[in-house]
């Protein structure tokens, strides 16, 4: 079964960066799209961005375009969130998920999820 353990989350002023990191313990990592996901209290989580298995292919919110950046290394079975230009309205926890589909912005369509790390942003 695969587990997906994030890190990298934390406090950053507003303008500032940080990358979360999501290493997945299986085999099989370079078969799956890994997504990023973030949920605000009070609110409904949200699709961030995705990476395909190839890392080819990625897409992302139009909230985050331009200033994240989704990746991964498939020999380290580890994908990758580069934030940058962070703003207050980017505080949430942040999970990264894996699904089989090729895209997918759906959480319904991932099945395997990460426990999440808190991203706060300071104005």
């Known amino acids: 079964q695969v587990q997906l353990v994030e890190s990298g989350g934390g406090l950053v002023q507003a303008g500032g960066s940080l990358r979360l990191s999501c290493a997945a313990s299986?085999?099989?990592?370079?078969?799956?799209?890994m997504g990023w996901f973030r949920q605000a209290p009070g609110k409904e989580r949200d699709f961030v961005a995705a990476?395909?298995?190839?890392?080819?292919?990625?897409w992302y919110a139009d909230s985050v375009k331009g200033r994240f950046t989704v990746s991964r290394d498939n020999a380290k079975n580890t994908v990758y969130l580069q934030m940058n230009n962070l703003k207050p309205e980017d505080t949430a926890a942040y999970s990264c998920a894996a699904t089989r589909r090729f895209y997918s912005v759906s959480e319904r369509e991932y099945n395997v999820w990460g426990q999440g790390t808190q991203v706060t942003v300071s104005s």
């Open positions: 990476v395909a298995w190839s890392a080819g292919n990625t």
């Open positions: 299986t085999r099989s990592f370079s078969m799956y799209t």
